[in-house]
């Protein structure tokens, strides 16, 4: 286990992290949260979390010693069972990803760069482990 705390981004509004003034460029810290299908993990369900982190706005972040965590609540559109998975592709894994994007505005345009910090994914799941009540 590390050692170390991580400290991730919580606002859902980016807007709100947007700078005053639309020429002024800014960085801010997008955290992905999104599940994918298949034994490949090549398909991205529909449904996701984003969450948003700027450094001029301290309240935008938590901070987690280790052990601890942070429940985000999303939707996602799981597989219908009227359009059943063929078991051997049936496999869910949720995927957090950190990046650091800069937004840059001159001329009347606007450029992104983005940068991966981290990400991190979930053990597979499978319909019936994830519909499974805890004891």
């Known amino acids: 286990m590390s050692k170390t705390v991580l400290t991730l981004p919580i606002s859902p509004h980016p807007r709100d992290l947007e700078p005053s003034d639309p020429n002024t460029s800014y960085s801010i810290e997008v955290l992905s949260l999104y599940v994918t299908s298949g034994r490949r993990q090549d ?77 991190a994914s979930s053990a597979e799941h499978t319909s019936q482990s994830l519909c499974k009540v805890p004891d």
């Not at 309240?59 to 069972?81: C, I, N, Q, Y």
């Not at 840059?104 to 910090?117: A, W």
């Open 43 to 119: 398909s991205i369900l529909p449904g996701r979390g984003d969450l948003y982190g700027r450094d001029t706005s301290p309240e935008t972040f938590v901070k987690l010693a280790p052990g601890e965590s942070l429940r985000v609540l999303t939707r996602v559109a799981f597989p219908h069972p009227e359009h059943p998975v063929p078991a051997r592709e049936e496999v869910f894994v949720g995927h957090a990803v950190l990046d650091d994007e800069t937004v840059k505005s001159f001329g009347g345009q606007t450029v992104e760069d983005s940068q991966e910090l981290g990400s």
